[in-house]
């Protein structure tokens, strides 16, 4: 089956940089977009960084990680990674992938990981 693995969370100090990397498996047959949203406890889940399949990938991100975060890919590896850099402890939360993946049905669905922790201390 098909199933998206995080890993690279952990706790640093503000003003540190940490890196997130989420890798696809199983049968697959075209990873389209790819992306990273974050929850905090007792908030809802937002949208980090987005980064589309298309060539080399056009990307997008939250306002309030533009300038800190950078999203990228690696196709030959199905990975996405999120550098994150400037940590404030506002971005403390569950970090989660997310893929719209093709598997061996053909089938377009969306895929989540099962999130990393990443906490920021101050």
């Known amino acids: 089956q098909v199933q998206l693995v995080e890993s690279g969370g952990g706790l640093v100090q503000a003003g540190g940089s940490l890196r997130l990397s989420c890798a696809a498996s199983?049968?697959?047959?075209?990873?389209?977009?790819m992306g990273w949203y974050r929850q905090a406890p007792g908030k809802q889940r937002e949208l980090v960084a987005v980064?589309?399949?298309?060539?080399?990938?056009?990307?997008n991100y939250a306002d309030s990680v533009k300038g800190r975060f950078t999203i990228s890919r690696d196709n030959a590896k199905n990975t996405v990674y999120l550098q994150m850099n400037s940590l404030k402890p506002e971005d403390t939360a569950v970090y989660y992938c997310?893929?719209?993946?093709?598997?061996?049905?053909?089938?377009?669905?969306?895929?989540w990981g099962q999130g990393t922790q990443v906490t920021v201390s101050s």
């Open positions: 980064i589309t399949g298309a060539g080399g990938g056009s990307t």
């Open positions: 997310n893929a719209d993946i093709r598997g061996s049905t053909l089938s377009l669905r969306g895929y």
């Open positions: 199983g049968s697959i047959f075209s990873i389209n977009a």
